[in-house]
């Protein structure tokens, strides 16, 4: 099994979100660890977002079938982004079986972008 997803998202809309909504925004679709780890610079939660948005069309639901937290975007010691699911996510996932998973992200002063390909049985 092989799924894919692409999505890109203008910086300029999380910058909208943030302003309007603040910690409610952020908790709605970042989980403290990434917002810890991007310090509320709209390009990286940005790219975060992207792939969230690329993961539920990889599971081939969007995003409508699981929470925007379920999807976790996190950093490994040398700063390469890797992907954790939890709750809905990581089911669904199982289910798919998929069951390995590697991102991509990536921004330039207007856009970030998120790529994910998953791999199983």
Same mark, same amino acid.
Do not use: N
């Given at each position: 099994? !092989?799924?894919? &997803?692409?999505?890109? %998202?203008?910086?300029?809309?999380? #910058?909208?979100?943030?302003?309007?909504? =603040?910690?409610?925004?952020?908790?709605?679709?970042?989980?403290?660890?990434?917002?810890?780890?991007?310090?509320?610079?709209?390009?990286?939660?940005?790219?975060?977002?992207?792939?969230?948005?690329?993961?539920?069309?990889? !599971?081939?639901? &969007?995003?409508?079938? %699981?929470?925007?937290?379920?999807? #976790?975007?996190?950093?490994?010691?040398? =700063?390469?982004?890797?992907?954790?699911?939890?709750?809905?996510?990581?089911?669904?996932?199982?289910?798919?079986?998929?069951?390995?998973?590697?991102?991509?992200?990536?921004?330039?002063?207007?856009?970030?972008?998120?790529?994910?390909?998953?791999?199983?049985?």
């Amino acid at each position: 099994m !092989l799924a894919i &997803g692409v999505d890109m %998202i203008a910086i300029a809309r999380m #910058e909208r979100g943030i302003q309007r909504h =603040g910690d409610r925004f952020l908790r709605r679709f970042f989980t403290t660890q990434e917002q810890a780890y991007c310090h509320g610079r709209a390009a990286s939660l940005a790219g975060r977002f992207a792939v969230k948005e690329a993961v539920g069309k990889a !599971l081939g639901t &969007g995003i409508g079938d %699981i929470r925007w937290v379920d999807i #976790e975007v996190v950093c490994d010691e040398r =700063g390469k982004p890797e992907l954790l699911l939890h709750h809905a996510a990581k089911e669904l996932a199982a289910a798919r079986g998929l069951t390995q998973w590697a991102i991509s992200l990536s921004h330039t002063e207007t856009h970030a972008i998120g790529f994910v390909v998953a791999t199983g049985d």
